[in-house]
C-alpha cells in the first residue's frame, strides 16, 4: 500500500505561472522529502522538511507540511521549461529503508 | 561532490534468465539501496544494506538477490526475469546515521526489457 501519495497524476501549467503539488501520508513521520526526477534522470531531491516545520524554501520553491492532516504541498513560482519532470513526495521515519515514495505527479510547464 | 554509477544502463533478458545489474558510489556513504520504478507506482524498495556484507528486505524482494561486497558497490539480481518486472531500477545511497531526515541520493537507473 501506498505510504505517501502525491494528489494529482499531472498537471500543466505556462511558463511563469505558478503550480502546487499536494501530497499526502499515512503513517507518523520524522520527515517529509520533496524529489524531481527528469526524464531519463534519478530523482535528486528538493526539498526537505521536517515534522517540527510548517515551511521550508528553496529559491522558488516552497514546501509546507501539516501534520494535523498529514498532508504537504510544494509550490513552484514563475516556472520554467526545464521545471518539467515528475515531482514526487516522500515520508520517512527514524527507521532507515523507511523512506516511502508516492506515485508522482507529471509536471509540463509549456514556452 | 560524488556521483552514483550504474551499469548497464538498458539491460535486455530473456524470461527465465538471471540477469544482474551493477551499482558504484563514491560518496563513501554507509547505505544504499535499490528501488524498483514502473510507470504510475513511484519507487518501491527491493533492498537495502547499511554497511559492507549487510542485507535488508524491502517490500518487493521476491525475486531478487542482492550482494554486497564493498562499501562502494551494490549489486541487483534478478533470479528469473519475468514479463511482468520489465521497470526501471534505481539505486541510490546515503548517509549512515538516518535519523528520517537522511537525503538519498540517486544514479540515473537501469531500464529492463524482458522479451
Known amino acids: 500500500s501506498q505510504l505517501a501519495e502525491e494528489n494529482s497524476w499531472a498537471l500543466s501549467v505556462h511558463e511563469g505561472e505558478s503550480v502546487t503539488v499536494n501530497c499526502s501520508y499515512k503513517?507518523?513521520?520524522?520527515?517529509l522529502q520533496w524529489y524531481r526526477q527528469k526524464s531519463g534522470k534519478g530523482p535528486a531531491q528538493l526539498i526537505l522538511?521536517?515534522?517540527?516545520?510548517r515551511e521550508k524554501r528553496n529559491g522558488r520553491l516552497r514546501a509546507t507540511l501539516d501534520t494535523s492532516s498529514q498532508s504537504s504541498s510544494l509550490s513552484i513560482t514563475a516556472t520554467r521549461c526545464e521545471d518539467t519532470a515528475v515531482y514526487f513526495c516522500a515520508s520517512g521515519t527514524q527507521v532507515v529503508g523507511q523512506l516511502t515514495f508516492g506515485r508522482g505527479t507529471r509536471l509540463q510547464v509549456y514556452a | 561532490g560524488g556521483i552514483i554509477t550504474q551499469t548497464p544502463k538498458f539491460l535486455i533478458g530473456q524470461e527465465g534468465q538471471k540477469l544482474t545489474l551493477k551499482c558504484q558510489q563514491n560518496?563513501?556513504?554507509?547505505?544504499m539501496y535499490w528501488y524498483r520504478q514502473d510507470s504510475g507506482k513511484g519507487l518501491r524498495l527491493i533492498y537495502y544494506?547499511?554497511?559492507?556484507?549487510?542485507?535488508q528486505k524491502g517490500d518487493l524482494s521476491e525475486g531478487y538477490d542482492a550482494s554486497r561486497e564493498k562499501k562502494s558497490s551494490f549489486s541487483l539480481t534478478v533470479t528469473s526475469a519475468q514479463k511482468n518486472e520489465m521497470a526501471v531500477f534505481l539505486c541510490?545511497?546515503?548517509?549512515?546515521?538516518?535519523?528520517?531526515?537522511?537525503?538519498?541520493?540517486f544514479g540515473e537507473g537501469s531500464k529492463l526489457t524482458v522479451l
Open positions: 544494506s547499511i554497511t559492507e556484507n549487510d542485507l
Open positions: 560518496f563513501n556513504h554507509d547505505t
Open positions: 522538511i521536517r515534522s517540527n516545520e
Open positions: 541510490a545511497s546515503s548517509i549512515s546515521d538516518w535519523g528520517g531526515d537522511g537525503q538519498l541520493y
Open positions: 503513517t507518523s513521520i520524522t520527515a
